[in-house]
């Protein structure tokens, strides 16, 4: 079947302005996960959405990261005001459930990119 | 806190042998999972162990012992397209977590 797929693939954005990045996740996979890599390093946590329980926002870094997650299945990472430290890319991953957390499924991700 | 250790770089020559170590500190440590990563690419998943012991699956093995919070992946019989970046990864379901913890990463290069 289809894996995950992250839209767009490229973003150029200038400071100070909004952007939205989309994950579509594995069909039938409750979970679905958000990171953040900058070049270089590893992946850093974001957000994670199991079903319809209440998103583990622990690791968004401010509060002008969100991200929601509509009918269980695609999600959406919005950043306001974006930051030249917000250039990363961003990577969606999704596994069949929660419990199988440590076997995740990655998209290509997005590159963001804060002029 | 958790916190992951593992080289940062890695050299070997092509049909050698690598071994990549990590250390882990974590609270609720439920398995550790390895992960590669070519570079521009997606990260795909190796390997998970969430008991000590070796797992092997084809031309790599994973290790764990918990009582030593110690984990490595071995590669054998290198080849070119194993240059790549390895992460280990700690999983701690439970309770509210239920993400994975990265490593920084282990750069491998690959020389004929």
């Known amino acids: 079947g289809a894996g995950v797929s992250q839209s767009p693939s490229n973003k150029v954005t200038e400071k100070g302005k909004d952007v939205e990045l989309r994950c579509d996740p594995i069909s039938g996979h409750t979970a679905l996960y958000w990171y953040r890599q900058s070049l270089g390093q590893g992946l850093e946590f974001l957000i994670y959405f199991q079903g319809n329980s209440a998103p583990d926002k622990s690791g968004l870094p401010s509060d002008r990261f969100s991200a929601e997650r509509t009918g269980g299945s695609v999600s959406t990472l919005t950043i306001q005001r974006t930051q030249q430290e917000d250039s990363a890319v961003y990577l969606c991953a999704s596994s069949a459930r929660l419990s199988y957390s440590y076997e995740q499924y990655f998209g290509p991700g997005t590159r963001l990119t804060v002029t | 806190g958790q916190s992951l250790e593992q080289p940062s770089e890695v050299t070997a020559v092509e049909g050698a042998i690598v071994q990549i170590n990590c250390t882990y500190q974590?609270?609720?440590?439920?398995?550790l999972s390895w992960y590669q990563q070519h570079d521009g690419g997606a990260p795909t998943f190796l390997s998970y162990?969430?008991?000590?012991g070796l797992e092997e699956t084809g031309r790599f093995s994973s290790f764990l012992s918990r009582s030593d919070s110690y984990g490595y992946l071995l590669l054998q019989e290198l080849q070119m397209k194993d240059s790549a970046s390895y992460f280990c990864a700690v999983s701690h379901y439970g309770g509210s977590q239920g993400n994975l913890i990265f490593g920084k990463g282990t750069k491998l290069s690959v020389k004929p």
């Open positions: 974590t609270s609720g440590f439920y398995g």
């Open positions: 162990n969430a008991l000590d």
